[in-house]
Every structure is written in structure tokens, then in C-alpha cells.
Nanobody
């Protein structure tokens, strides 16, 4: 059974840092594209970052460039999202998702076939 489990969320003050983890099971992330998306209350889901484990390419939404870093540990079958200098508007539920085709995009959720349940990240001002 394919499964993605996010962890690492929690309340943080503005300016603080968190590292989210996305643990995959039922498949190996080596050939997949893994993306991080977020959805704030009352807003559309938006792409945050992604990594293609096929070629190592990464992409970031403009709003997180320079603050967030995505990485993967293939031995642990886990993808991480290091979030620094958090802002109140980063508050959202963060989801990871997997694209079996191995591509990496933050502009569309459609290519991602598998999704985790999400982890909440409230950022206080």
C-alpha cells in the first residue's frame, strides 16, 4: 500500500524554523517526484516546493525562495522541507505528494497521484 506520512508540524513563532518530514512507504522515492503543497484556511492549495529524485531538480514557489529548502534521503525513503524565517502567512496545512512519473512541479497538483494527510503549521506573529 502506497502511503505518505507527514510529520514535524507545530506552532512556531514568526522568524522561527521547522523541518517537515514526508516518509514514504509502499514505493521507493528514487523514481518519483515529491512535492510539498500547502493550504491555508479559506484559500486554494498552492505548491511550495518539489524535488525530482530522478534528476535531483528542485523547484520553489516565489514566496518561499531563500527561506525553504527541500531535500531527500533516499536511504530513509523520506523527503524533508526545512522552513526558516517563517512568516504568519506561511500558516497552513502542509501536504506532501508523489508523482510516479518522476517530475517536479509546483504549479499544478494534478500530476501528483499520492497524497499524505497533512501536518499543520501555525505561525504566530
Amino acid at each position: 500500500e502506497v502511503q505518505l506520512v507527514e510529520s514535524g508540524g507545530g506552532l512556531v513563532q514568526a522568524g522561527g524554523s521547522l523541518r517537515l518530514s514526508c516518509a514514504a512507504s509502499g514505493f521507493t522515492i528514487d523514481d518519483y517526484g515529491i512535492g510539498w503543497f500547502r493550504q491555508a484556511p479559506g484559500k486554494e492549495r498552492e505548491g511550495v516546493s518539489c524535488i525530482s529524485n530522478m534528476d535531483g531538480r528542485t523547484h520553489y514557489a516565489d514566496s518561499v525562495v531563500g527561506r525553504f529548502t527541500i531535500s531527500s534521503d533516499n536511504a530513509k525513503n523520506t523527503v524533508f522541507l526545512q522552513m526558516n524565517s517563517l512568516k504568519p502567512w506561511d500558516t497552513a496545512v502542509y501536504y506532501c505528494a508523489a508523482d510516479p512519473a518522476g517530475y517536479c512541479t509546483v504549479v499544478a497538483a494534478l500530476p501528483y497521484e499520492y497524497w499524505g494527510q497533512g501536518t499543520q503549521v501555525p505561525v504566530s506573529s
